[in-house]
Structure formats: structure tokens, C-alpha cells
């Protein structure tokens, strides 16, 4: 378990937001090398993770569950779908839309998605004490609740 760090030792004197797109660059880089075996791009390993707790979901109901914008999603289902993991179903209750379901495939992947999340969630667990860990979920949580601002910070 690491030691806690000064703000002193961050970089860009602290800056919360440069700080924290820092961490997220070394996150996605650790997070391809256990993804990358498997076949799959980060956001491709979201989505099917998100198609695990609830699939048949609407495609902009997806993009917002991984946290993508609807309007440049659809690449991404593209890619899923050409390597055989989801197929899209237009919905029965509205022609306009399209839900998103996994193939055989993409259900026979759900054990290894899961257990690498398992694997990845784990060894970030151990950067942290339990008490400081808690308390890093609470900040996660804070942070996902932000909205777009109300108005332009510059």
C-alpha cells in the first residue's frame, strides 16, 4: 500500500484537473494492456460491461452509461458489431429507435470481461487503505454527478 502523497508531489502545483486527466492517461494505458489480450478497445470493453447489467439497451442510453456522447457513438457499435459481439434490433415500441443486444458471443465474453474488471479493480485497491480507498469511490461519485456548467469558465 502506497504512502499518502503531498499535494506537493503533484504535478502542475496541484491542479486538481490536470492531475486527475494525468491519471486517467495512465488508467487507460493500464487498462489496455489487460484489455488488449481479449481483443477489445477500452470503450468496446465498457460497453459490453454496461450490455452485462442491462442489455437491449437503447444506443444513446448506452453512450451515456459509458460516459460517450450519442452523436459520435455509433462508430464504436460498429465495431462491436462487425466483430460479432452485439447486433442492434430496431424497437418495437418506437421505428426511430434501436436497441442494443449481445450475440452468443458477446455472452460467451462475459466471464473474461468480468474477471479482468475483477483483476483491474483489485490491483488499484492496492495503491490504497481501505479507509483512503472509501473515500477515493465518494470522490469518483462526486465527480460523475458534475453537470455541464451553467456557464463558460473562460
Given at each position: 500500500m502506497k504512502e499518502n502523497t503531498s499535494q506537493s508531489e503533484l504535478l502542475f502545483e496541484g491542479s486538481v484537473w490536470c492531475?486527475?486527466?494525468?491519471?486517467?492517461?495512465?488508467?487507460?494505458?493500464?487498462?489496455?494492456?489487460?484489455?488488449?489480450?481479449?481483443?477489445?478497445?477500452?470503450?468496446?470493453?465498457?460497453?459490453?460491461?454496461?450490455?452485462?447489467?442491462?442489455?437491449?439497451?437503447?444506443?444513446s442510453e448506452l453512450a451515456r452509461a459509458v460516459g460517450r456522447a450519442a452523436t459520435s457513438f455509433t462508430p464504436n457499435l460498429d465495431k462491436l458489431q462487425d466483430k460479432g459481439y452485439i447486433e442492434r434490433q430496431p424497437d418495437k415500441l418506437d421505428r426511430r429507435a434501436v436497441r442494443i443486444f449481445l450475440t452468443?458471443?458477446?455472452h460467451a465474453q462475459r466471464e473474461a470481461v468480468l474477471q479482468s474488471a475483477q483483476q483491474i479493480d483489485a490491483k488499484i485497491?492496492?495503491?490504497?487503505s481501505e479507509s483512503d480507498f472509501n473515500t477515493f469511490l465518494c470522490v469518483l461519485n462526486g465527480l460523475q454527478q458534475l453537470g455541464a456548467p451553467e456557464e463558460p469558465i473562460f
Open positions: 492531475n486527475l486527466d494525468v491519471a486517467l492517461r495512465q488508467l487507460d494505458q493500464y487498462f489496455r494492456h489487460w484489455i488488449k489480450p481479449k481483443g477489445l478497445a477500452v470503450i468496446e470493453w465498457y460497453i459490453l460491461r454496461a450490455l452485462y447489467e442491462k442489455d437491449g439497451q437503447h444506443a452468443d458471443k458477446g485497491r492496492e495503491l490504497f
